[in-house]
C-alpha cells in the first residue's frame, strides 16, 4: 500500500508543486490510515469502504483529534483516492461519502503594523547585522516569500532596477515585485555589507556573518531573537501573512494575492478576506 502513497506524493510535488511541509502532513495523514487499515485487516486499497474510512475518522475524534485535524486528514484522503481512482489503481472511489466536521475559521496571525515599527526600530542599522536582518525582514513583510524561497535566493535572483526577484519553487518560477523599502534595504545590504562578508564568491543573497549560505535554523534564531526583544513571538509564516493582510486591505484582488504568493489554490486566500475594506 506504501507504494501508491510514495507515487501519489511524488505526484503532488511535481504536479502541484506542494511545499515540503504540505508532502509531509500528506505522508503522515495517509500512513496512519494505512496502519489503522493493516491493523483491521486490510492490505489493498482496493477493498477500502466507506465504512472503514468513517471508522478512521471516528478514531481520530474519539482520541480527541481537533477539527481542524481530522478536516485535513480527509482532505488528504480524498485527494489520494480521487487520484488513485483517476489512475485506475481503484475500481470504486468510497472517500466521495466523506463529510468535513463544522471547523471555526481562524484568522491569520499577522505582525500588526505598530508590531512591525517596534520590530524595525531595534534594528540596529549601525552594525553589518542589523543592515542584513533589515533587508530580510523588509523583503519577507512585502513579497510574502516562503522561508525556503528566501534561503535560495541568488544575488542574480534581484533586480534592483526594475524592483523584482526570480523565485524558483520545485521547477516552477515567479516574478514578485518589492517596494522602494525592500529596494533600500538591498542596495545597503548588497554593496556595503554583503560583499565585505562574502569571501568565498557564495552566491546566495543572504550569508550569516561568516560568509556562508544562512540555514533554516539561522533564520529562524533571528527571527526569535528580534522576537524577543519586542517581547513577542514571531515566526515566518506571520510575515507572509502580514504581507497577504496588507495587499488585502490595500484592496488587492485575492487572485493577486495568490499569484504574488505562489499559492496553487485561490480557497487558501479565503482567510484574508476580512482585511479588505468594506
Not at 511524488?10 to 495517509?30: F, I, K, V, W
Not at 491493523?39 to 478512521?56: A, E, P
Not at 542599522?125 to 542589523?130: I, Y
Not at 495587499?247 to 499559492?263: P, T
Amino acid at each position: 500500500m506504501d507504494i501508491y502513497i510514495e507515487e501519489y506524493l511524488q505526484y503532488m510535488q511535481t504536479e502541484h508543486r506542494a511545499s515540503g511541509n504540505t508532502l509531509q502532513a500528506y505522508r503522515s495523514d495517509l500512513t496512519k490510515l494505512g496502519n489503522f487499515l493493516g491493523n483491521n485487516g486490510i492490505y489493498d486499497w482496493n477493498k477500502v469502504t466507506i465504512i472503514n474510512l468513517n471508522s478512521y475518522i471516528l478514531a481520530l475524534e474519539k482520541n480527541g483529534t481537533a477539527a481542524s485535524t481530522v478536516s485535513r486528514n480527509i482532505s488528504s484522503i480524498k485527494s489520494f483516492f480521487a487520484w488513485m481512482f483517476r489512475r485506475r489503481l481503484i475500481n470504486d472511489e468510497p472517500s466521495v461519502y466523506l463529510k468535513h466536521p463544522r471547523v471555526e475559521p481562524k484568522s491569520p496571525d499577522i505582525i500588526e503594523s505598530g508590531e512591525l515599527d517596534r520590530l524595525f526600530s531595534v534594528i540596529d542599522m549601525n552594525t553589518a547585522k542589523g543592515v542584513r536582518d533589515n533587508a530580510i525582514f523588509r523583503i519577507m513583510c512585502n513579497t510574502g516569500i516562503r522561508t525556503q524561497e528566501l534561503l535560495e535566493l541568488n544575488i542574480t535572483d534581484v533586480n534592483l532596477m526594475t524592483g523584482t526577484l526570480m523565485i524558483y519553487t520545485q521547477g516552477h518560477e515567479r516574478a514578485v515585485c518589492f517596494d522602494d523599502s525592500v529596494k533600500s534595504s538591498l542596495m545597503l545590504y548588497i554593496g556595503d555589507i554583503r560583499n565585505g562578508i562574502n569571501k568565498e564568491g557564495n552566491s546566495r543573497l543572504f550569508l550569516n556573518m561568516r560568509g556562508q549560505a544562512m540555514s533554516r535554523q539561522g533564520l529562524w534564531k533571528i527571527i526569535k531573537e528580534y522576537g524577543g526583544r519586542i517581547g513577542m513571538t514571531i515566526t515566518p509564516q506571520m510575515f507572509r501573512h502580514t504581507c497577504a493582510a496588507n495587499m488585502a486591505a490595500e484592496g488587492s484582488d485575492l487572485a493577486v494575492i495568490k499569484r504574488k504568493l505562489g499559492v496553487a489554490g485561490i480557497n487558501a486566500m479565503e482567510k484574508y478576506s476580512e482585511y479588505a475594506p468594506d
